[in-house]
C-alpha cells in the first residue's frame, strides 16, 4: 500500500536513471515503480546492498518461531542469507 501510494506520488518525476540493490525485495519495490518510468535506465548496483535474510526476507521476526530464528543465525546461507561479514 505505501508504494503504491509513493509510485504514483512520483510518477510525474523525470529521472535520468534508477539505481537498485539487486535484493528481492528492493526489485518487488521497483516493479511497483517502474511502469511510471519505462524509459528510464535502472542499475543495479551490489555497493547499495543490505544484508538478505534469504527465506526469512520480508517476514516479521515475531512470526519466526524462536528456535528457526536461532537456527538462522547459526548458519544464515543454510536459508540463503548472509552473514554481516558477507555484506
Known sequence: AKIT????????IKFDVIFCSPLRRTRETLAQIIPYHKETPVIYDDRIVEISF????NIKKSEIKP??????????????GETYKQV
Open 5 to 12: 501510494f509513493l509510485s504514483y506520488n512520483i510518477k510525474d
Open 54 to 57: 534469504g527465506s526469512f526476507e
Open 67 to 80: 528456535e528457526d530464528w536461532e537456527k538462522y543465525l547459526a548458519d544464515p546461507n543454510k536459508y540463503g
